[in-house]
T-cell receptor
Framework: KAGVTQTPRYLIKTRGQQVTLSCSPISGHRSVSWYQQTPGQGLQFLFEYFSETQRNKGNFPGRFSGRQFSNSRSEMNVSTLELGDSALYLC?????????????FGPGTRLLVL | QKEVEQNSGPLSVPEGAIASLNCTYSDRVSQSFFWYRQYSGKSPELIMSIYSNGDKEDGRFTAQLNKASQYVSLLIRDSQPSDSATYLCAVMDSSYKLIFGSGTRLLVRP
């Protein structure tokens, strides 16, 4: 079974631009979570989608948004990029949202904001 | 603020030794706990999950959970240089979000 895929793998943008990242979950998985990983803050939860609905949201500004499509694929968007948005953005999928559900991570998108 | 605490390391052990990685968490209602391994420049990969008090073994890995003490650990027996990585402890909170610790860097010396 194919794993979680993320595109693009690497991205360079300049301040003020916007970016859209894509995530395709493992086949059959309906829950997709997004995380930001930086050396200073570690892995931080952005948001989670299940059946096209945002179920959870972390403590990030409104510039960070996402959505999920009927085939469970998800996108996240960051508008008005700031230097501090440079990070590894990770997507993780699980079968459903619930206690004990294991999340499997994709390879990540490394975003550099200049 | 729910927290997951890990010693950042590096934890250095010789090849063949037992590596012991520890994690404490603040949310008493947490029920699901995970250990992920992350190699430099790669994404986290799941090693083990544990939900009940006690030990859970999988090959060279043993996870230990003590909910009363809010403590979870990972033991790696017969450590190999290929085990050198950052180990992330993750705790699922009551809204099913994963809260990650900052990770412990493990270095296995040949």
């Amino acid at each position: 079974k194919a794993g979680v895929t993320q595109t693009p793998r690497y991205l360079i943008k300049t301040r003020g631009q916007q970016v859209t990242l894509s995530c395709s979950p493992i086949s059959g998985h309906r829950s997709v979570s997004w995380y930001q990983q930086t050396p200073g803050q570690g892995l931080q939860f952005l948001f989670e989608y299940f059946s096209e609905t945002q179920r959870n949201k972390g403590n990030f500004p409104g510039r960070f948004s996402g959505r999920q499509f009927s085939n469970s694929r998800s996108e996240m968007n960051v508008s008005t990029l700031e230097l501090g948005d440079s990070a590894l953005y990770l997507c993780a999928s699980s079968l459903v949202t619930g206690p004990g559900e294991t999340q499997y991570f994709g390879p990540g998108t490394r975003l550099l904001v200049l | 603020q729910k927290e997951v605490e890990q010693n950042s390391g590096p934890l250095s052990v010789p090849e063949g030794a037992i590596a012991s990685l520890n994690c404490t968490y603040s949310d008493r209602v947490s029920q699901s706990f995970f250990w992920y391994r992350q190699y430099s420049g790669k994404s986290p990969e799941l090693i083990m999950s544990i939900y009940s008090n006690g030990d859970k073994e999988d090959g060279r890995f043993t996870a230990q959970l003590n909910k009363a003490s809010q403590y979870v650990s990972l033991l790696i027996r017969d450590s190999q240089p290929s085990d050198s990585a950052t180990y992330l402890c993750a705790v699922m909170d009551s809204s099913y979000k994963l809260i990650f610790g900052s990770g412990t860097r493990l270095l296995v010396r040949p």
